[in-house]
T-cell receptor, first 116, second 116 residues
């Protein structure tokens, strides 16, 4: 199983450029998440989705957009990139807690983004 | 609002000794889950252990155990018989149930260094 995959692994953007971070999971999980991790800090939730067609804001959504047209994919869009968006971005997925079992979040390897 | 506090930015432990990493949380939701993750220098997020708010017994996973004190709202991670490979950043996280299902909060982490 591939689990959670993210592309690209690294990216350098210029201020004002836009890009989409891709995230795909093959575990048929309903829940998917996007986090950012600034140096020496914990993860902060940007957006999450509880199923296809349903998304909601997390703690730090400004400057980002998401969509969830399929169960597998949860892309994160950055519009008008700013230096403050320099960070490592993690995508994660988890089983619906109502389905039972441990609600472990499975993380992708991360995307290191630098905005200059 | 949910909140996770890790008060130890850095910890040192001698190889083969036990170490406790502190985590306190704040939530008004009776249904929640507490998680610990390990992040080695390579950057990936590795799930270690989970404790549900209704679980009667403390969770254990191999050398990891979670000291869950619900009244004190603490969920400390205990690592027994430390190994050099345990040197990493450790994050405590919480996810609430109910209408907030999906929203996860991470602490700022504790850097653990295991000395030979």
């Amino acid at each position: 199983n591939a689990g959670v995959t993210q592309t690209p692994k690294f990216r350098i953007l210029k201020i004002g450029q836009s890009m989409t971070l891709q995230c795909t999971q093959d575990m048929n999980h309903n829940y998917m998440y996007w986090y950012r991790q600034d140096p020496g800090m914990g993860l902060k939730l940007i957006y999450y989705s509880v199923g296809a067609g349903i998304t909601d804001k997390g703690e730090v959504p400004n400057g980002y957009n998401v969509s969830r047209s399929t169960t597998e994919d949860f892309p994160l869009r950055l519009e008008l990139a700013a230096p403050s968006q320099t960070s490592v971005y993690f995508c994660a997925s988890s089983q619906d807690m109502a389905a039972g079992g441990v609600d472990t979040q499975y993380f992708g390897p991360g995307t290191r983004l630098t905005v200059l | 609002a949910q909140k996770i506090t890790q008060t130890q930015p850095g910890m040192f432990v001698q190889e083969k000794e036990a170490v406790t990493l502190d985590c306190t949380y704040d939530t008004s939701d009776p249904s929640y889950g507490l998680f610990w993750y390990k992040q080695p220098s390579s950057g990936e997020m590795i799930f270690l252990i989970y404790q549900g708010s209704y679980d009667q017994q403390n969770a254990t996973e191999g050398r990891y155990s979670l000291n869950f004190q619900k009244a004190r709202k603490s969920a400390n991670l205990v690592i027994s018989a430390s190994q050099l490979g345990d040197s990493a950043m450790y994050f405590c996280a919480m996810r609430e149930g109910g209408t907030n299902a999906g929203k996860s909060t991470f602490g700022d982490g504790t850097t653990l260094t295991v000395k030979p």
